[in-house]
């Protein structure tokens, strides 16, 4: 009978060394479909701007459920990043030991693999008086109550608000072109309700109000309960402290109407067009 070959033997090195070389070719293999990777991961990220929409919406009608004159909280999604990074190397870095205890000085021997995934959503919380009175009043017609007054300082700065003549240089006061208007003359055909947002100062760019509650739909198409109560079908649920909301298939119509007139009032900024310059950022490597 032939004895085996020690480890150490040139058998068991030859061996060892051309299973590294077989793993090596397998984890190159793996390590060239980053652009699968990154398919997947993009269309995965993707998929999350809406679900982090509808659960801030039904977040904030828990929270308001508790305290109707509360400030709802929303975040602007700007600019995103997915990115896959693949690394494969055949050295050092390797776990396969081929040439211990010889004078080659090398340990170990083989192959090695790295990836890494970067994805992230950049986020800009809205804290613009305004639009927090126009959020507020949105998610209380979404409860079924009436708006509450604007404060006098959002109502002022309404009134101030320049009108489309006032950007040409010609100003509309008691018929008078290029005089100084009086600040509080809010007199006349041009005037603007306290309540409402004048977007003749925001190029376009703004709702009012009172055609923003219009798009809200009524009450009935979500529930508020404890944790107990959410059944298990809900399609989204939100939550505040112990209070949770939810919507079923039923409610996911109007939860997505109601979201998508929300985003009017955080997306639309004064003077932007097409959405301005936030997307989603998306790159591979090998």
């Given at each position: ?42 269309v ?26 509360a ?15 693949d ?5 050092q ?186 997307g989603?950022a ?5």
């Amino acid at each position: 009978m032939i004895p085996p070959d020690p480890p150490g033997g040139p058998t068991g090195v030859f061996m060892r060394t051309l299973g590294a070389l077989v793993v090596a070719v397998g984890l190159v293999g793996t390590v060239g479909c980053t652009h699968h990777s990154l398919s997947r991961n993009t269309v995965q990220t993707t998929s999350t701007v809406m679900d982090i929409q509808y659960r801030s919406v039904l977040a904030n009608l828990a929270l308001l459920s508790c305290h109707p004159e509360a400030l709802p909280n929303h975040v602007h999604l700007a600019d995103g990043v997915v990115q896959v990074n693949d690394r494969a190397g055949f050295g050092q870095a390797g776990g396969f030991t081929t040439f211990a205890g010889t004078d080659f000085g090398i340990d170990q021997f083989g192959p090695s693999g790295q990836r890494q995934v970067t994805e992230q959503w950049g986020t800009d919380a809205t804290t613009d008086p305004e639009r927090l009175y126009d959020l507020q009043s949105l998610y209380r017609a979404a409860l079924g109550t009436a708006p509450l007054p604007p404060p006098n300082s959002i109502a002022h700065l309404r009134r101030q608000k320049p009108s489309a003549d006032d950007k040409s240089g010609v100003r509309s006061s008691g018929g008078a072109s290029g005089g100084a208007s009086d600040p509080a003359s809010t007199g006349g055909g041009g005037s603007t309700p306290s309540g409402s947002s004048n977007s003749g100062g925001d190029d376009g760019r703004r709702v009012p109000l009172e055609v923003l509650i219009t798009d809200v739909p009524p009450p009935g198409w979500y529930h508020i309960g404890c944790k107990k109560d959410v059944p298990k079908d809900a399609c989204y649920v939100g939550r505040w402290g112990d209070r949770y909301a939810w919507v079923t298939a039923g409610g996911m119509p109007q939860l997505a109407r109601f979201t998508a007139t929300a985003l009017l009032v955080i997306k639309l900024k004064p003077g932007e067009r097409g959405g301005g310059k936030s997307g989603l950022a998306v790159t591979g490597g090998q």
